[in-house]
């Protein structure tokens, strides 16, 4: 795995983390990563204009030879109308070997959710050792709806990809993932954002409090520094 020569900081607003993450994936891509994720988890955020930073990347990185892949059809036809200046194929996600054609050099989906897992694990073996970007997947939004395996099967999926990037705000601070650096939790204060650790593995629910319990000596809190604002700016 290749290192920056330079740590890269956590960002300061929307463009800042859409350039981040780009840089993360093609980082990921140059490393030999072929399944790559990117998930910005923000409530409120809209995918759509961070998908046409992506779009506009790859338009210049690989030419007209990749695919934009949508959850359903409405939203593939309206990424299209928006996307009017870019030279790109749009597909749903029920297209199958339409949205992945042979001359293809990569592809983007946006915003899958749970319903569609089936077809975009087919999509991503059809895919095979070309990349293969997902963008703020929402996987869990029917958590409820599914069984248990159903739930193990959607994980395993899951553990096959590389999170280049991910970015979550917490109540006391955040969890942060630029590739090819750790996960990293930072916390909120009074002086703005303190790094507080980094590790190799994705943490857990309860690794994050158990680590901020250490660090801070505080279990609950208000998140109200800098990635609040963010937060605030995101859902405009």
Known sequence: ??????PVLLPNNLEDMTEQAIAA??????????????????????????????????NERYGNAWHAIFSDAGTAALAKREWADLDVSVRGVNEGRRAIREEDKAFLLVEPSSVEVDQVEKLVQLAGDRPFVMLNPRLENSEVGLGLSARRLRDRFLSTFETAYYIKPLELGALWR???????????????????????QRPSSDDIDRLFLQKTGQKTGSFLGRLQELFNALGR
């Not at 795995?1 to 330079?6: G, H, I, L, V």
């Not at 990117?38 to 995918?47: A, G, H, I, Q």
């Not at 630029?178 to 190799?200: D, H, I, K």
């Open 1 to 6: 795995m290749t290192q920056s020569p330079e």
């Open 178 to 200: 630029c590739y090819p650096q750790t996960w990293q939790m930072w916390a909120n204060t009074e002086e703005g954002m303190r790094f507080l650790s980094g590790v190799e």
């Open 25 to 58: 994936t093609y980082q990921a891509i140059a490393d030999g990563a072929t399944r790559i994720l990117v998930d910005l988890r923000f409530p409120e955020l809209k995918s759509m204009p961070i998908a046409y930073e992506f779009a506009r990347s790859f």
